[in-house]
């Protein structure tokens, strides 16, 4: 008995597939910028050993790179409201994104801050600037520079992870995948034209990072 | 017959025409320094002689193994050809000694007994008979340099070519091996050497040729060049080096 | 309502990482060997097997794990074959291994300076001989630490089998936490479970890392 292919039933469905796109790409931006922002306060942190944060950043960088992305969200969403603490599943995937993507954007951002040559930093200093100057004005925009490639990598890396979020009912595109073939039972064609749509947004996140990253940082850089 | 015989050479690198019609005979024993400013070509020259790069027309021989335009199957031309570079390129997982010995167990299929004799005899041509089971990063410049030729003379080719062997050393260990290449060419070894050392090029050369713009601008005897180049350029070159 | 006791707890979860355990080796095993094939065809001379392990390659990085496995459990149900989420997990988690480790070692073989390549070349060896003699041999040297560090995606990457029903540490949890309305605790220990595999191997990457920075070459 051959199996008949039956893509167009998963197109019936456009609008809950449209819909689930939008979110995954709103739940990767708020994971990539919170993420970014928390990587760039570790990272200096760690590079520059400012006690206590360093080993604070430490033990939460090794914490999260040691542990399922899925375990942490289950331990955010479920975990968390025994403590008392009230989430729902959108704040629970967004809080879990922007944890995890920290955690690796502050071990990649330290690397390219601890390459800053030691001379720009001596030449900066004998110009009498304070830290805060010298990290912001010499040190920053090299490193991160240096380093976009990786993190742009990570980003897409935690938005191809984000597909977990459908575990906790947050209505990503998987969930809508998930949804979709408990309706049209074709189980497989929804979810291979799901994975070409992951396939397809991966290519344009980093595509869109790689030249807003040029745009941002190598102007300030120069 | 000459031992190496280049033929209307042409070589472009996208569009920059690189080689522009190089005509060269070179007789067995012959030392050939090849002279210029970077850019002139001399480089790739001596890279298509055992086809490290290709060539777009014209045709090179070397001891009746001739190869043509974009050939591929190169092994042949290879056993013929020792190649000796800048960056020395000596294997850092493998000893002095195994470095020297890989190419004949491997390619020649000598019994070990035999490549190891060998290489300690190359060792000691190069004056590092004690050096056999030292990795390179355990050795100077100029000790790994050395070795780099002992591995090619293994092969026992019938040229050995020399890109540039010591620009990448520290001043002081130029003339260690300057003076294994002077020997070399005492036995009566062939040598085609892309070279800055100006001084060497003159007391050791049998042939003098100076590129200049892709072309062979002036070839001949090195004293007679020096003492009396027949070119502006050539004229400049030489004081610019000294 | 807590008739499971915290030793109940811990001695399913034990039993679970067990699993995970053994996923995470066959994985990494049937995927290095896939990778090996994956790193041959990506450095291949000619241009259609290296095309073909760059897709390959370009696929399972460009994709969700969590897709690569639904389209394997359901796609093998679709030509009539019963695939146990055992099977499907194995399969899946080998393929996205091999595509991952193919590409990390090409990455190293690329490493390798091309005065080495050149330097084979001019002593007339082949190029299988000097990918024996000369390139494998320091590429591999340059590939431990990253392949170690590999093996931590990998066993992380198991628990999102658990989505497929393959019960192993996270699944376990998951049922553990529904039985004993404990998930604080339960999740908890599923994370220190997994921290507990994956830190070593963490570890361990970083220090093969810094010995091969900090030494010579052999």
Redesign the interface.
Known sequence: MAYAFDFSSVLEYREALVDGTLKTLGLTAIGAVFGLAIGILGAVSRAWKLAPFDRIFAVYVELIRNTPFLVQLFFIFFGLPSLGVQINEWQAAILAMVINLGAYSTEIIRAGIEATPKGQIEAAQSLAMTRAQLFRHVVLPPALLKVWPSLCSQVVIVMLGSSVCSQIAAEELTFAANFIQSRNFRAFETYFVVTGMYFLLALAVRQVMIQAGQRLIARRAK | MALVHIDALHKHFGSNHVLKGIDLDIEEGQVIALIGRSGSGKSTLLRTINGLESFDDGCIEVDGERIHPHETDLRALRQKVGMVFQQFNLFPHLTAGQNVMLATRVVKKMPEQEAIDLAKAMLLKVGLQDKFDSYPDQLSGGQQQRVAIARALAMQPRVLLCDEITSALDPELVNEVLAVVKNLAAEGITLIMVTHEMRFAREVGDKLVFMYQGRIHEAGDPQELFANPQTPELASFIGSIN | MNDISTWDIARNLLDGALWTIGLSLTAFILGGLAGLVVLFARIAKSPLPRRLAQGYIE?FQ???????L??IF??GS??GLEISPWIAAALGLTLFTSAYLGEIWRGCVEAV?K??W?????????HV?QMR??IL??AL?IAIAPTVGFS?QVV?????T??IGFVEL?KT??ML?NAT????LV??L??LG??AL??PL?AYSRILERKIHGS???
């Open positions: 696929i460009g994709t969700p794990l969590l897709m690569q639904f389209i359901f796609g679709l030509i300076s005065g080495q050149e330097a084979s070349a001019s002593l007339a060896m082949t001989e003699h000369v041999p320091q040297r931590v992380k990457g198991t628990a999102v658990s989505i996270t949890g998951s936490a309305y404990q998930p604080f999740f908890g599923v994370a997994y921290f994956c830190y963490s010579r070459a052999h």
